[in-house]
């Protein structure tokens, strides 16, 4: 098995300017409607990645964004974003660790992030930290993969090789958090996944520009590659084999959760 540093998944996304999450802008309004988000808004984006949640909840829901990652590549793939959609006056970014969030008490009316709490170490500290600073009355939600059924050993191995070893819970387990947080009113709906509909929301929330800069990020992984062992040993070691990809989306669905403060 390849010698990879364990941080090789995020540090590759942060180059190649590329996040996901599962459902696309279709999980992103479901989510905003669990969490009450409107135009009198203001919501902490967490885990921000390229910035495709906070500029869609800028321009579709109309509300103020405060987006922060842990990564600073992140950070300024998110501004350059804002910038290019002119949404320079309704989006602030800033690089910040979930887990001691740099806000006083009650600054939002809601937290949300997608993607992202199955990567944070400590997942109840960083609830926490959400709940601290969203306002009583205020909303925490999130978007995660989630185990639907026991995953094989083999799709187990992978994601730790390939994902840098995320903690995807079953549904109950991700309750639990939002119950644990402690949060009232908590609301869980889980998701199956399949190949075509994940393309197909991935590529639905790209614009003309995003295109663009996908182009880019397929020549800059191309020439990364081409130059630097460590990475092609890693982009070999996420190919995955024929039993994994079938057992991937058998296995692996997304829950969308939300709870009040």
Wanted: proline share 6%; glycine share 8%; charged share 25%.
């Amino acid at each position: 098995m390849p010698d990879l540093t364990p941080g090789m998944y995020f540090e590759m996304q942060a180059s190649w300017g590329i996040s996901k999450h599962p459902g696309g802008r279709r999980a992103t309004d479901e989510l905003a409607r669990l969490c009450h988000i409107g135009p009198e808004s203001h919501v902490l984006v967490v885990g921000c990645g390229v910035g495709a949640t906070p500029c869609h909840l800028a321009r579709k829901h109309g509300c103020r964004v405060t987006a922060i990652d842990l990564s600073a590549k992140m950070v300024g793939w998110t501004t350059k974003r804002v910038g290019g959609n002119r949404l320079r006056d309704r989006i602030e970014c800033g690089v910040a660790d979930a887990q001691a969030l740099p806000f006083a008490n009650a600054s939002f009316d809601a937290v949300i992030g997608e993607s992202v709490n199955a990567f944070i170490p400590d997942r109840p500290k960083a609830l926490a930290e959400y709940v601290r600073v969203t306002r009583p009355g205020g909303h925490v939600g999130f978007n995660e993969c989630a185990w639907l059924e026991t995953p094989p050993q083999a799709l187990s191995d992978y994601l730790r090789r390939a994902m840098n070893d995320p903690a995807f819970l079953a549904p109950e387990a991700w309750r639990d958090l939002l119950v644990g947080a402690p949060l009232a009113d908590v609301t869980l709906r889980v998701h199956r996944m399949s190949l075509l509909r994940q393309r197909l929301d991935e590529f639905g929330q790209l614009d003309g520009r995003d295109l663009l800069e996908r182009l880019r990020a397929a020549w800059r992984l191309t020439v990364t590659v081409l130059r630097d062992p460590q990475s092609r040993r890693y982009v070999r070691s996420v190919v995955p084999s024929r039993a994994v990809a079938r057992s991937f989306f058998r296995c692996l669905g997304y829950v969308l959760g939300a709870g009040r403060r």
